[in-house]
Structures are given as structure tokens and as C-alpha cells.
């Protein structure tokens, strides 16, 4: 089975935008590619059609009529962990940081190419999948922290937390490293095909991101601590952090 029809065949995108003629425009070319494809023109109706149906992967607009698409990342994001593409006209490095400050998984500005939307939608959906089908590792326990490499899930407290395809990858691949600092250039080099911004603050702003999910006190870390002047650390113990 080819990659198209084992990963992206069943595959559904959802779309949320109110400029009706590019809907229409990816709706037909991804739909051509394999994908089943759904559209939405404002954060009301997309939000309800998040609800009511199961979608694999979200793309975002952000200048929408209702509601902005930052503030319907942050909702999305506070019980999913779907993959989320933001598009807009917008294309300041800013933006493209607040976007992964509140949980988005990658940053396309418009115009864009849709062969280019179709290969980032591609390397999302296959991080998700990645583990589908093979020998599933062990999950990596510390304490009330456990990360169910299988599933992609990371539970707190038996609470599951929601983290993007990219931030579950960084902690895993901190978690998996316990113990040894990791700079930044070595977690890019890690996670290299992973979109990643080539400049520090984006790996500090999946950090947050991911002490947000799994610290009781993001402000004061025990568990993903900074060594500074050298990279990350994740603790084997609860530490008292920066």
C-alpha cells in the first residue's frame, strides 16, 4: 500500500475560512489528493463542526468575521491535540510565534501553494500516525508523568494533556534523553523535517507550551528544566527549576 492510501486516504480536513473561492480551491486539490475535505466560513460553525465530527487535521484562517483564529486555537487546544496548519495573509515572525504559543503545529502564509499546504498537511498527519502498525514501544513513566509512546498521549495524574504533534516529539525526545542536557541545535537537528523556525525563541515557545501541559507550576519547572547557556534538560526526579 502507497503512502497516500495507507496515511492520508481516510484522512479528514477540516477547513475554517471565509474566503469561499481558496475553500473551494484546496477543497479540490486536496480531495484530489486523497483527502476528505470539509470547509467552514467562521469560528461558530467551525467550532460546532469540531464538535459534532471527528477530523484529523485543522486548517485555521486567522482574520475570520466572528472570531480570530488565535483565539479559536487556544479553545481547540484546551481538549484537542489535532493537528493545526494556520493560514493567513499575515506573514511577521510574531504572528508565526504566537501561533505556536498557543498550540499550533505549523504556519502557512497566503498565498500559498497548495502542493506546498498538501506536503506540511502530509508531515503532520504522519507524526500522528508514525507509530500505527509498528512494535509499540513502552510508555516512559516519572512519577504521576507518563508518556504513552503508542498512543501519542501524555497523561498527568491519569489526566490526559493536550500537546501539538510537535510538542509531543520534544518531549519525547527530552524524555527519552532524561538526564542529558540537549541544546537547542541538537533538538533541531533531532526534529529536523518537523518545520521548526530556525531561531531559538520557537524552541523556548514549545518548551512553555509543554510546561504547560505537564508542570503543576509552569512558572517554576521541576520536571523540563533550562541549563542556561546550554539547552534543556528533563529531570529523572521532581527538581526545584528556573
Known amino acids: 500500500m502507497t503512502e497516500k492510501s495507507s496515511l492520508l486516504a481516510t484522512a479528514r480536513v477540516l477547513m475554517i475560512d471565509d474566503d469561499a473561492s481558496l475553500a473551494e480551491m484546496v477543497g479540490e486539490y486536496l480531495r484530489a489528493s486523497g483527502l476528505a475535505f470539509a470547509s467552514r466560513p467562521d469560528a461558530a460553525s467551525g467550532l460546532r463542526a469540531l464538535e459534532e465530527e471527528s477530523y484529523d487535521a485543522l486548517l485555521l484562517d486567522v482574520m475570520l468575521p466572528d472570531l480570530d483564529g488565535f483565539e479559536i486555537c487556544r479553545r481547540v487546544r484546551q481538549s484537542s491535540s489535532i493537528p493545526i496548519i494556520m493560514l493567513t495573509a499575515r506573514g511577521e515572525e510574531t504572528d508565526r510565534i504566537v501561533g505556536l504559543e498557543i498550540g499550533a503545529d505549523d504556519y502557512l502564509p497566503k ?23 509498528n512494535g509499540a514501544p513502552a510508555p516512559l513513566r516519572f512519577g504521576t508523568l507518563e508518556i504513552d509512546r503508542a498512543a501519542r498521549v501524555v497523561r498527568l495524574d491519569g489526566e490526559e494533556r493536550p500537546l501539538t504533534a510537535h510538542q509531543y516529539d520534544m518531549l519525547c525526545l527530552l524524555a527519552e534523553s532524561a538526564g542529558r542536557v540537549l541544546s537547542r541545535d541538537q533538538i533541531m537537528q533531532q526534529l529536523k523535517g518537523h518545520n521548526l523556525e530556525a531561531f531559538d525563541r520557537s524552541i523556548d515557545t514549545h518548551v512553555s507550551r509543554i510546561r504547560a501541559a505537564i508542570e503543576a507550576n509552569p512558572k517554576k519547572p521541576r520536571r523540563l528544566l533550562t541549563v542556561r547557556g546550554a539547552g534543556y534538560v528533563f529531570a529523572r526526579d521532581l527538581r526545584s527549576g528556573d
Open 111 to 133: 498565498p500559498f501553494n497548495p502542493r506546498e499546504l498538501l506536503a506540511r498537511l502530509r508531515a503532520v498527519l504522519r507524526r500522528v500516525h508514525s507509530d500505527a502498525g
